[in-house]
């Protein structure tokens, strides 16, 4: 586990901090809290920490201060700066003095601490790479687990592992424990049922010259994907290092790319482009949380125009738990069938479907400014008259300016509850030039006010401002 110092000189601020997160979930215990930096100067020097939360801003001791002295005293104690929205001019300063990551107290909540806490976690483990390996310089063994649903826990692992046995995070939530070889290893075979109900262990062995570090960054970064893709019954004893790596890894501007032109769904509309989308896939051996996110994303913008309303709620909820490549792939083919039984319903060819999804996407991208049905007819290569009669049909019998209407104000529903954004620009960027009239359209629809909408949230902005 890594061992946490909670520090700011607000006591109110400090248990807000504390009980904002379930800690054990990310590897993370709270030692302790300190109200100033002598205080957090003496908790460090009585028991070993890790990673510090510090307050910028403290009087007295800064939390300047207090990273500079704590890296001379008590070097491998990592530390993460707690900010307010106006001191971001500080940040980079304590950056530069060594702090890993930073906090915007006003802006952490619980919809966003799971994100902020794997973010900090990933960034730690990045920093700490090969603090603790073991003696000799290469990897040579070690078990690594890897989660096997969404909030696995970690404080299980620690709870199982031999006391002697020290065990490190990685990327993407993997944990590893490193060892010297095989010996010593069975217990890993006797884990508790309830420990690999939520994490599977693998082992992991090199014969190469492989170092500590480079050795952890492969695993973390590519273990998921190869038991992701991999049969489970196919899965080795012993999982030989070289084998993670990826003949055809794509760069990150390639992967951008690929899932830009999926967002257009031709691979469920056309066989062959369904083909090319499984083959990528499997070639690219894409993160599987990414993959996951994609589809989620997927299920929940078009399952009422794509014939999913009644497949869409358990399909959304499944995605996060499909461990396995398979399973998965035959729930997109099953998503694939019911857009082709929703083509032949409507009487639509696949080449019109595919421009009324294009329509859509361009309807989205471009609602911040005017748009006319005569425009996106034009964009996607139909005539008017045509367009109008197949989008009604596309569109559940709305026509197109009910269409774009309603795709504003769900657009604007999203800002007005992530962002704090006024409801002037709110209404600008989604293609209203007067804020009233968007106002009254918005109350028409969702039956309440933009400003009420926002308080109902409790997301802290002020209207129109």
């Known amino acids: ?59 007295g001791m800064s939390g ?77 063994f070690g078990a690594a687990f890897c989660p096997l649903k969404p909030g696995a826990r970690p404080d299980l692992l620690s709870e199982a592992l031999p006391p002697s046995q020290t065990i490190r995070p990685l990327e993407q939530g993997l944990w590893l424990a490193p060892m010297p070889g095989r010996a010593g290893s069975e217990w890993i075979r006797d884990l508790p049922a309830y420990v690999t109900a939520e994490w599977q262990p693998v082992r992991v062995t090199s014969a190469s010259d492989m170092p500590q570090s480079e050795a952890e960054a492969l695993i973390g970064s590519e273990l998921a994907s190869y038991l992701f893709y991999r049969d489970p019954a196919d899965v080795p004893d012993a999982l030989e290092l070289e084998e993670l790596k990826r003949k055809n890894s794509p760069s990150e501007a390639e992967l951008d790319a690929a899932f830009e032109s999926w967002k257009q769904l031709r691979w469920l509309i056309f066989t062959e482009d369904w083909k090319q989308f499984i083959e990528r896939i499997e070639e690219w051996r894409i993160p599987p949380q990414r993959l996951r996110r994609f589809l989620t994303e997927t299920a929940a913008e078009w399952s009422g125009l794509l014939g999913w309303e009644t497949e869409n709620e358990a399909f959304a909820r499944e995605i996060p738990e499909w461990r396995h490549w398979k399973p998965l792939k035959n729930a997109m083919s099953k998503a694939a069938l019911l857009v082709q039984q929703r083509m032949a319903e409507l009487s639509l060819s696949r080449e019109v479907f595919a421009s009324l999804v294009r329509a859509v996407l361009y309807m989205k991208e471009q609602m911040g400014r005017e748009l006319n049905q005569d425009d996106v007819a034009r964009r996607v290569g139909m005539s008017r008259s045509y ?51 968007f106002s009254r359209v918005y109350r028409e629809k969702m039956g309440i006010l933009p400003t009420e909408y926002r308080k109902s949230l409790g997301a802290g902005g002020e209207g129109s401002r």
Not at 26 to 31: F, K, Q, R
Not at 84 to 92: A, G, K
């Open 64 to 140: 300047f201060e207090l990273i500079e002295q704590a890296r001379e005293r008590h070097p491998w104690t990592k530390a993460v700066i707690l900010t307010c929205h106006h001191e971001f001019d500080y940040v980079q300063e304590a950056l530069r003095l060594g702090a890993i990551d930073y906090i915007v107290k006003t802006l952490l909540n619980k919809n966003n601490v799971d994100e902020t806490m794997h973010r900090i976690v990933k960034r730690y483990a990045w920093e700490t790479r090969g603090a603790s390996a073991p003696p000799a310089k290469a990897f040579r």
């Open 387 to 437: 367009f109008s009669q197949c989008f009604k049909r596309f569109a559940g019998g709305e026509q197109f300016g009910d269409a774009l209407r309603k795709m504003r104000i769900e657009r604007a529903r999203e800002l007005l509850g992530r962002t704090e954004l006024s409801v002037r620009e709110i209404a600008n960027r989604v293609g209203f030039e007067d804020e009233k009239y």
């Open 1 to 59: 586990m890594i061992k946490a110092l909670v520090v700011d000189d607000e006591k109110r601020v400090r248990q807000g901090f504390i009980s904002l997160a379930n800690w054990s979930s990310y590897g993370i215990e709270i030692a302790g809290e300190a109200k100033d930096g002598l205080s957090a100067l003496e908790a460090l020097g009585s028991d070993r920490v890790d990673l510090m939360f510090v307050d910028i801003s403290m009087p």
